[in-house]
């Protein structure tokens, strides 16, 4: 029990940390963490439904549509009534989205230690949490 609880508390001060790091590179672009959470949901150019950037980044669906529509404020990002389901609405970064996305990337990498076994590790862990069935896999 008291190796999991160690694994848990490096879990959090990691997580912490790297916030801090994060947090900022993003106050000199003037975004915060969740809005940074969201642009980089948004990345991918697939658009995605406001249940999905809330599920993403960790954010009340409250919080997320006040969020959003200061986004859409600054021109960081559209939404749009979705084709197949006209009652849901996708999200989409602006190209200025997409160019700030770059530049804060670029500015992130030069700051935070990037490790692919240890994400792929941690991705691991969190398909074992998620899925009890197949097992923790870390």
Request: proline share 4%; glycine share 8%.
């Amino acid at each position: 029990m008291r190796r999991s609880a160690d694994l848990m508390e490096l879990l959090t001060r990691a997580e912490r940390l790297m916030s801090r790091r994060l947090a900022a590179v993003l106050a000199e672009a003037g975004q915060s963490l969740d809005a940074w959470r969201v642009i980089t949901l948004l990345a991918d150019g697939r658009g995605h439904f406001m249940t999905e950037l809330a599920d993403g980044a960790f954010l009340p669906p409250g919080s997320l549509t006040r969020l959003v529509d200061q986004l859409v404020d600054t021109n960081l990002l559209y939404r749009r009534v979705d084709d197949v389901d006209r009652r849901r609405i996708r999200a989409y970064l602006t190209p200025r989205g997409h160019r700030l996305h770059q530049r804060i990337s670029e500015s992130v990498r030069g700051v935070l230690p990037v490790d692919e076994e240890l994400e792929q590790r941690l991705a691991g862990l969190i398909e074992g949490l998620e899925n009890p069935v197949t097992g923790i896999t870390f």
